[in-house]
T-cell receptor, first 118, second 116 residues
Framework: DTGVSQDPRHKITKRGQNVTFRCDPI?????LYWYRQTLGQGPEFLTY????????KSRLLSDRFSAERPKGSFSTLEIQRTEQGDSAMYLC????????????????FGDGTRLSIL | QKEVEQDPGPLSVPEGAIVSLNCTYS??????FMWYRQYSRKGPELLMY????GNKEDGRFTAQVDKSSKYISLFIRDSQPSDSATYLC????????????????FGKGTHLIIQP
């Protein structure tokens, strides 16, 4: 079990550029989540997938943000026309959901991608 | 008022002390409660998760949930310098610990410092 992997670990870009982050979940996990964390705050939910279907989006996810999870494996989060306020740590988490409460598992997080907007 | 309140600290205690961390919340629909530890520039690491009210113990860590008071606690016994980190409480409204609609709701985190 290699855990949740995120790439890159740190991204520096100029305002107005597009950026894309990748997340590889724990291999048997069918749910994948994206969160954003700013300094001194807890992570805030952005969106989640069950297999390849995007089931929920937070109001924090503006139309400049898009996430995909083709084939229900890895996921990408793209931010278009980046703004200063997008500077944050972007965290990915995964979990296994059977639909049965008896075998629930909590979310496990990767080490995040730190985005810095110049 | 945020849904989950957590004192950001810092909380500084001597090595070997018992540490008490806590969160309060307002949403009575929360059913699953988690504690994560986060080191600087790393992702949150799951420490404990519990369902509804009650206690759970794992090594030096004990988690308590009091749903009637909307209050959860994490106790760390025999604290070590390596326990110095930010501790995040998290809660889920859905009926299983994996979260779901709206994901997990986190507190701001408490910065804990264990003095050698």
């Amino acid at each position: 079990d290699t855990g949740v992997s995120q790439d890159p670990r740190h991204k520096i870009t100029k305002r107005g550029q597009n950026v894309t982050f990748r997340c590889d979940p724990i291999s048997e996990h069918n749910r994948l989540y994206w969160y954003r964390q700013t300094l001194g705050q807890g992570p805030e939910f952005l969106t989640y997938f069950q297999n390849e279907a995007q089931l929920e989006k937070s109001r924090l996810l503006s139309d400049r943000f898009s996430a995909e999870r083709p084939k229900g494996s890895f996921s990408t989060l793209e931010i278009q026309r980046t703004e200063q306020g997008d500077s944050a740590m972007y965290l990915c988490a995964s979990s296994y959901w059977t639909g049965s409460r008896s075998s629930n598992q909590p979310q496990h997080f990767g080490d995040g991608t730190r985005l810095s907007i110049l | 008022q945020k849904e989950v309140e957590q004192d950001p600290g810092p909380l500084s205690v001597p090595e070997g002390a018992i540490v008490s961390l806590n969160c309060t919340y307002s949403n009575s629909a929360f059913q699953y409660f988690m504690w994560y530890r986060q080191y600087s520039r790393k992702g949150p690491e799951l420490l404990m998760y519990t369902y509804s009210s009650g206690n759970k113990e794992d090594g030096r860590f004990t988690a308590q949930v009091d749903k009637s008071s909307k209050y959860i606690s994490l106790f760390i016994r025999d604290s070590q310098p390596s326990d110095s980190a930010t501790y995040l409480c998290a809660m889920s409204e859905e009926d299983y610990a994996g979260g779901g609609a709206d994901g997990l709701t986190f507190g701001k985190g408490t910065h804990l410092i264990i003095q050698p």
